[in-house]
């Protein structure tokens, strides 16, 4: 039988780990030293009576049990167990029974007696309570293994929860109807207000065996935290039993004391437990559904980066390859065809769309990050080449070129179509900065030698400048300082260069405009010989 992925976040089905079973072990331990300490030597101690301490004691207890019962139902409402509801309703059933415990007890209400009742009502009383909650766990441990996937009520959940209520109630009248108007017929259990007779301890021996029995059937069917806990609270009723007569059979004794303060602590450990692992599990689905809001942005931050690079980069070699076109066709209209010149425009056609494949892949491989085709190559033919590519720019916007060649530049390793990529963006950039300006157009485009074997380009322009307040982000995705721009081409050229072990920087001109370097580009004599 499979098992519901919802059913592990849930405290009936969570499995305790090693830190719950020994912290369980601890709270046993640490009560039984309590038990010790009270029935050994303080056990001749007589504290004086605190009026409120029983009030406030049963106003407690009315509430933890509530809540608890209330937490379990709504665990009910999700997994629709019948071991649950029958759990729920037994917590039901220790709140409702605290209202005639409490108005029976003697010296509360009405001094000297209780306010309903006889004397000994309160006892009786006691003694349903925890043979009747040691029932539903009893039915709980039986019902916990049964199959859940067969329905057993065709109703609502919330019908099948004020049906358990309505039971609850019906059982807790009738007990307090037996303890409270047939008082009389009942063993006299209690001598007085305060004392307790010799008969107590031989109805409270089958209650606490109740309990024993229930213990032992959560331990034989044991399985999740919530059985664990029941077993903890099982053992504190078992124990509470025998010290409510021994040593001091009396009422308002320091046994008596203890008795209540571990009732107390079992009405609470499950409260406690599912106040703790709600939190626990709420905090856990709270991370997941943020990391799954950040994967989800970084898809789309993602997505939009793949579509912007593709547009951006494709854009270049598909306007190269028009232009191209354009001239062959007016190379072919003339009243005298040029039909060498229009087959250089067709070559350049030709080697455009080869061009554009390769960004292509390129771009996948910078997504995908995979091994890169690296060759030998030598920088100055490169950077040769794409500034004959983009001399028909410049001569369409009458930018000046000015070139300092290092002719003792040493090949490098690496992607040739990539870096080609970065010195026509940025070569593009710098046109888009200088037809945005009056004044004189100059492209200074350089290449040097650097320490270490090392090479860089630098492209300088006299265009508009980066603005102190863009020189951190202009390398970011997406963000562009022009109206059509679309944000990727430095963010795509520092990943180039990044992979090429390379650095790319921004840094002002003189007297305007900007400078682009690229450098660290490992040399092929500097990978041989790094010395």
């Not at 072990?25 to 039984?32: E, K, R």
């Not at 101690?45 to 049990?65: C, G, L, S, W």
């Not at 992607?415 to 037809?435: C, E, P």
Request: aromatic residues 10%; proline residues 4%; glycine residues 6%.
């Amino acid at each position: 039988m499979s098992t519901p992925e919802e059913e592990f976040f849930v405290l009936s089905e969570l499995s305790p780990g090693s830190a719950q079973k020994w912290l369980a072990l601890a709270v046993v331990f640490g009560l039984l030293v309590l038990v010790f300490i009270a029935a050994g030597a303080l056990a001749r101690v007589q504290p004086h009576r605190i009026e409120a301490f029983v009030p406030a004691y049963t106003t407690a207890m009315f509430v933890n049990d509530s809540i608890t019962a209330i937490l379990l139902f709504a665990q009910f409402s999700i997994l629709r167990s019948r071991a649950i509801l029958v759990i729920a309703s037994g917590y039901v059933f220790t709140a409702l029974i605290l209202i005639p415990w409490i108005l029976a007890f003697p010296g509360v209400f009405v001094p000297g007696r209780g306010l309903i009742g006889g004397l000994q009502s309160t006892s009786w009383l006691y003694f349903s309570w925890h043979a009747g909650f040691s029932m539903f766990v009893i039915g709980y441990a039986l019902l916990k293994d049964a199959d859940t996937e067969k329905r057993f009520w065709r109703g609502t959940v919330g019908a099948a929860i004020a049906l358990g209520v309505a039971l609850t109630a019906v059982v807790v009248l009738a007990a307090a109807y037996v303890c409270v108007a047939l008082e009389a017929l009942l063993p006299r259990v209690v001598l007085d207000p305060l004392r307790l007779s010799p008969l107590w301890p031989y109805v409270g021996a089958p209650v606490a065996l109740v309990s024993i029995v229930a213990l032992l059937l959560l331990w034989i069917r044991r399985r999740s935290m919530l059985d664990l806990w029941l077993m903890v609270v099982m053992f504190l009723y078992a124990i509470e039993i025998p010290l409510s007569y021994y040593p001091t059979p009396v009422r308002f004794s320091i046994d008596w004391y203890a008795v209540r303060i571990i009732g107390f602590f079992s009405s609470s450990l499950v409260l406690i437990v599912m106040l703790y692992e709600i939190t626990t599990l709420y905090a856990r689905l709270l991370g997941a559904v943020r990391a799954r809001r950040q994967e989800r942005e970084a898809r789309l931050v993602t997505g939009e980066a793949v579509a912007a690079t593709v547009a951006h980069e494709v854009k270049q070699p598909l306007s190269g390859m028009i232009t191209s076109a354009d001239a062959g066709l007016r190379f072919l209209n003339r009243s005298s065809p040029d039909l060498e010149e229009a087959k250089q425009a067709f070559k350049q056609i030709v080697a455009g769309g080869h061009r554009a494949a390769a960004v292509i892949e390129g771009i996948r491989t910078i997504f995908k990050k995979e091994d890169r085709k690296r060759a030998s190559f030598n920088l100055n033919d490169l950077t040769r080449e794409t500034l004959a590519l983009m001399r028909g720019d410049l001569a369409k916007h009458r930018i000046l070129l000015e070139t300092v060649i290092d002719e003792q530049l040493t090949e490098v390793m690496g992607d040739r179509t990539q870096l080609q990529q970065v010195l026509v963006i940025l070569i593009t950039n710098a046109i888009d900065s200088m037809i945005a300006v009056g004044g004189s157009r100059v492209l200074s485009v350089e290449s040097k030698m650097y320490d270490y074997g090392h090479v860089g380009v630098s492209v300088a322009d006299t265009g508009t400048g980066i603005s102190p307040q863009d020189t951190d982000r202009i390398f970011n995705p997406l963000f562009t300082t022009k109206p059509e721009g679309m944000g990727m081409g430095l963010s795509i050229c520092r990943s180039i260069i990044e992979a090429h072990d390379g650095r790319l920087w921004a840094a002002p001109n003189t007297p305007q405009g900007a400078i682009f370097h690229f450098t660290s580009i490992c040399s092929v004599s500097a990978r041989e010989d790094p010395l």
